[in-house]
C-alpha cells in the first residue's frame, strides 16, 4: 500500500539555503511544488523561472544522493510522466511562476526509492538570487515557498530499497572540437541505470529573461556514449547519433505531443537498458570501476531547422546520471558482480545501442 504525505514548507529567502528533514517513511517517489511570485526587471517572465530559481536540489542519506540542476531533474519527471506538465508562467513583466515534478524512484527501478524509516532523509537546496534569473533582475514576492511531498509504501522492500545515486556531469562547449567535448563518468558502485538525460545551454540566453530558457538545440550537434571496464570489450551505446534525432526519438519514447517538444527544447533522453527478461531489464548494469564517456561533437554542422549556435564561454551540455545500487554495494573493493533476477553473479552485460 502507499500512501501519499507532506512534508515540511520552506519559505523563499533570496540567496536563502533551505533544508527540509524527511523521516519515519519508506519514499518511492519525492514530489516538488514550487510556486514563486515574480516581477521582472526586464520583460516577460519565463516559462521555466520557478527552475531557474530554484538552482541545484539535493538529497542525502548515508551515501545516497540526488545532487542536480532543478531543470534536469524537472524534465526527467516529464518524460516518465509523459508530458510537459505543470511548468508555467504567463505572458507579462509580473506573474506567477510555478513547477511541480518528482523524483519518480519506483517507476524507473521497480523497488528502488529511500528508507527513512531509521535515518533520516534531507532534502535541502539554496534559492538563486533574481540577478541570476535575468539581466534586468526580478523580485521575488512574500508567499513564494516549496513544498515537498512524497509517496509512501507502508513497509521498505525486503533487503531495503535499490537507492538512487544520481549526480550531474558536465561537458564544456566552449570551443568547436569533437575529441575534446567528453566527460568520464566512473562507477564506484555495482549500479543499475535507465539511462542519461542531456540538457544543452547557451550561456548567453542563461539569463535573458525573455527567452523561454537556456536550452538550445544548436549546442550540440551529435552525441557519443561509450562504456568501458564492464566485464566485457568497450561498447559504443550510443554512436555518433545527430542531436535532431535523439530528440525526435526523446519525444517518441515519451509520449510527448509537438508542443511538449518545443517547450522541451535543448532536453535529450537517451535509454540504456539490457535485452534480458528479469524485472530489472529496463536499466543497463554497471559494474564497480567501469565507466562512460559522453562525447559531444559541436564541430560538424548543426541540423537543418536547428541555428549553430557560436561555442563561447559558459556553453555547455549538462547530464543527469540517475543510477541505483543496493547498499551492500558501496565501498566493495577487489571484483564486483550484479545478480540477475534469480540472484545468481553475472558478468555478462548485453546492452542495447542506439
Same mark, same amino acid.
Given at each position: ?25 519508506? $519514499? ?22 520557478? =527552475?531557474? =530559481? ?50 519518480? @524512484? ?16 534531507? @532534502? ?48 564544456? =562547449? ?43 538545440? +544548436? ?26 534525432? $535523439? ?18 527544447? +535543448? ?5 540504456? @537498458?539490457?535485452?534480458?527478461? +528479469? ?6 548494469? =554497471? ?13 560538424? +554542422? ?21 543510477? @541505483? ?30
Amino acid at each position: 500500500m502507499e500512501t501519499l504525505r507532506k512534508f515540511e514548507e520552506k519559505a523563499w529567502s533570496d540567496n536563502g539555503d533551505f533544508e527540509v528533514e524527511i523521516k519515519d517513511a519508506a $519514499l518511492g517517489e519525492l514530489l516538488f511544488a514550487f510556486d514563486a511570485a515574480v516581477t521582472s526587471g526586464s520583460g516577460t517572465v519565463a516559462q521555466d523561472a520557478a =527552475l531557474k =530559481l530554484l538552482g541545484t536540489l539535493e538529497v542525502n542519506q548515508n551515501g545516497s544522493r540526488v545532487q542536480a540542476d532543478a531543470r534536469l531533474l524537472y524534465y526527467l519527471s516529464a518524460v516518465y510522466e509523459g508530458g510537459i506538465r505543470e511548468l508555467t508562467a504567463g505572458s507579462s513583466a509580473t506573474d506567477t511562476a510555478t513547477c511541480r515534478f518528482g523524483m519518480p @524512484f519506483q517507476r524507473m527501478i521497480p523497488g528502488a526509492g529511500l528508507d527513512a524509516s531509521s535515518k533520516v532523509v534531507s @532534502f535541502k537546496g539554496r534559492f538563486r538570487d533574481g540577478a541570476y534569473y535575468s539581466s534586468g533582475g526580478v523580485t521575488v514576492g512574500t508567499g513564494s515557498r516549496i513544498r515537498p511531498a512524497a509517496t509512501t509504501m507502508l513497509t521498505a522492500p525486503e533487503g531495503g530499497p535499490r537507492e538512487p545515486d544520481w549526480i550531474q556531469e558536465t561537458v564544456k =562547449l566552449e570551443s568547436a572540437s569533437v575529441s575534446a567535448n567528453s566527460r568520464k563518468i566512473e562507477n564506484r558502485a555495482d549500479y543499475l541505470m535507465p539511462g542519461l538525460l542531456l540538457m544543452a545551454v547557451d550561456a548567453n540566453g542563461d539569463i535573458a529573461a525573455t527567452d523561454a530558457s537556456a536550452r538550445d538545440d +544548436g549546442v550540440a550537434h551529435r552525441v557519443t556514449v561509450e562504456l568501458f571496464g564492464n566485464g566485457r570489450a568497450p561498447l559504443r551505446l550510443v554512436d555518433d547519433i545527430p542531436w535532431g534525432v $535523439l530528440r525526435a526519438e526523446t519525444a517518441r519514447r515519451a509520449g510527448w505531443t509537438d508542443a511538449d517538444q518545443t517547450a522541451a527544447e +535543448g532536453i535529450v533522453w537517451l535509454p540504456l @537498458f539490457e535485452r534480458q527478461g +528479469g524485472r530489472n531489464a529496463d536499466a543497463l548494469r =554497471l559494474l564497480q570501476g567501469s565507466h562512460l564517456t559522453v562525447t559531444i561533437d559541436n564541430a560538424s +554542422g548543426a541540423e537543418n531547422g536547428f541555428t549553430a549556435v557560436t561555442p563561447g564561454a559558459g556553453d555547455r551540455v549538462d547530464i543527469l546520471v540517475p543510477r @541505483f545500487f543496493n547498499r551492500g554495494d558501496l565501498g566493495q573493493t577487489g571484483s564486483a558482480t550484479v545478480r540477475g533476477a534469480n540472484g545468481r553473479a553475472r558478468r555478462s552485460n548485453r546492452s542495447r545501442n542506439i
